[in-house]
């Protein structure tokens, strides 16, 4: 009896490991999980999702498309964030699809916006609920009437780290991509080349940086100098408050530093970005939310 129970017992043994060798493999593909598999299956996952599935825009007349199709007029439809303009190949359509774009991506930037008027736009677009918050927004803050009438840079700082709190209070996990200020001065030599762009601006674009255009004095270009470096500010005070939170990207000055040249530029003002212009903005966006990591 003991030995054709212990025979009994082996036989079992045998058919148990042979099935739960079966198992095995039908578990792992054909073949035993290599060791570490079950550790690097539980990793979380990345804090940053490079394919967000929604999209909401806040920001500046840029992200309004202004002047880039017709004189003094928003054209959202060219804007670099949620535009539908082939031409442009917004960030939105970029990561959505068209048919993504238009049903998942929201614009609730605001021609003349500065950044105190950014909590309530951030407010609006939480709203909807976006995996992803595209942010342009400073350039009024250095255009001003005057150079001592700019947004100062404390201000400045306290208005997007409330538009950031804004955001989390309601969705805690969404993503923020920041663009940099452009570079006003290069802007500005850029279109002064061109006499229905001067005429335009005296219509009140941005005149710290571009009201008497052709005013090559020292005053003028200590006004200008003066503005310049307020957007150097800025973009710091952008990339400080961007870094202390895990979920937000800032674009490492990509904006400031693109040479937009006349093609980049409306045939309207010359100094908006153009539908050219728009569709370089884009391309920026697309490269920094889509990198594996940051840009350094």
Not at 137 to 159: E, Y
């Amino acid at each position: 009896m003991r030995k054709r129970s212990s025979r009994g017992r082996a036989a079992l043994a045998v058919v148990a490991a042979a099935v739960l060798g079966v198992a095995g493999c039908d578990a792992g593909g054909g073949s035993p999980a290599p060791e570490g598999t079950t550790a690097r299956a539980a990793r979380p996952a990345p804090v940053w999702d490079r394919s967000p599935d929604s999209i909401a825009a806040v920001g500046d007349s840029i992200t309004r498309g202004f002047d880039a199709c017709t004189v003094l007029s928003d054209c959202p439809e060219v804007s670099w964030a949620t535009g539908s303009d082939a031409r442009v190949d917004s960030l939105a359509v970029r990561l959505l699809g068209v048919t993504g774009a238009a049903e998942r991506s929201w614009n609730y930037a605001e021609t003349g916006a500065r950044m105190a008027d950014l909590p309530e736009q951030m407010a609006q677009a939480a709203a909807r609920g976006p995996q992803l918050v595209t942010v342009m927004v400073g350039a009024n803050d250095a255009c001003r009437a005057s150079a001592s009438a700019m947004t100062p840079v404390a201000g400045f700082r306290a208005d997007f780290e409330e538009a950031l709190r804004t955001l989390r209070s309601a969705r805690p996990k969404a993503q923020v991509y920041v663009a940099s200020v452009p570079n006003l001065k290069r802007l500005w030599s850029q279109g002064r080349a061109n006499p229905l762009g001067k005429q335009v601006w005296k219509l009140g674009i941005c005149p710290s940086m571009l009201s008497d255009a052709d005013d090559l004095t020292s005053a003028a270009t200590l006004r200008r100098d003066q503005v310049q470096r307020r957007v150097v500010e800025y973009n710091k005070v952008l990339k400080e408050v961007c870094a202390k939170d895990r979920r937000c990207r800032f674009d490492n000055d990509a904006v400031y530093d693109y040479r937009f040249g006349t093609d980049q530029l409306s045939h309207w003002d010359w100094f908006h970005p153009s539908r050219d212009g728009q569709a370089r903005l884009a391309s920026i966006a697309y490269r920094t939310i889509t990198a594996p990591h940051p840009v350094a």
